[in-house]
């Protein structure tokens, strides 16, 4: 679904992403594994056009995406969840979910549909509907974060670092609810630090090292222990 070829992107003169490429498969959950500071994350906001790209080439289903702003990304199906999850802290839970089908808030019918789908899913949301989303703990303020990116009705969903700060049996719950996105058929591009959690739900997988893909295949293809080190620490050797 989606193809990003040879993207750089920098922050000043310093090159976080040196010409990656990867692709996103329809229909499946592609993960990204890499140590802090690899790009995981520029590569997250370049393609939320939050970041620009210096160059390369983004392509969903055949479009070209380089140069499209944040809000025309979402309009065409590209939602991302943020590291941090970053709800509107003083406004409520159903507020929070209003905001995320934002841009397709004139369709008051299928939005309130739709409302209703994530608060079934969703149940402890449900009973917090009315609570400003500051007070949820970490791990509801994550599912609202999902929640609310599935507002917007996406195509593909940018999940990035969704366990970050949560307690393991949380981080648990967190995953079965991707897990279940990815049964149900959404597409959906992982990056996380927790390699292990990961690789038991990717379909696919890649590596990013120094701002460059290193590897792609799938979770069995290489030597566990050496990925995980190489996820968390970055061992790459110089070529």
């Not at 370049?46 to 479009?63: F, N, P, V």
């Not at 990035?160 to 149900?184: K, M, N, Q, W, Y």
């Amino acid at each position: 679904m989606l193809e990003i070829r040879d993207l750089r992107t920098s922050y000043g003169k310093i090159a976080a992403l040196k010409g990656v490429a990867l692709d996103i498969k329809d229909g499946g959950l592609t993960c990204l594994l890499g140590p802090n500071g690899a790009g995981k994350t520029t590569l997250i906001w370049t393609l939320a056009a939050i970041l620009k790209a210096q160059s390369g080439s983004i392509r969903m289903d055949g479009e070209e995406l380089i140069g499209a702003k944040p809000h025309q990304i979402v309009s065409k199906g590209i939602v991302t969840v943020p590291e941090n999850r970053l709800v509107f802290p003083e406004m409520s839970v159903t507020d929070n979910l209003f905001a995320g089908a934002f841009s397709r808030r004139a369709d008051k019918i299928a939005v309130a549909q739709d409302l209703e789908e994530v608060l079934q899913r969703f149940p402890r949301l449900r009973e917090r509907a009315n609570q400003d989303a500051g007070t949820l703990s970490g791990g509801e303020q994550q599912m609202l974060a999902v929640a609310r990116a599935l507002m917007a009705r996406p195509k593909i969903l940018l999940l990035d670092e969704p366990s970050t700060g949560l307690a393991p049996i949380i981080v648990e719950e967190i995953f079965e609810i991707i897990g279940a996105l990815r049964d149900e058929g959404r597409t959906i591009f992982l990056v996380e630090q927790n390699a292990n959690m990961a690789l038991e739900y990717a379909d696919d997988f890649y590596l990013l090292e120094q701002g460059l893909v290193t590897f792609g295949g799938k979770p069995g293809d290489v030597d566990h222990d050496e990925l995980i080190q190489r996820a968390y620490l970055g061992t790459r050797k110089a070529s």
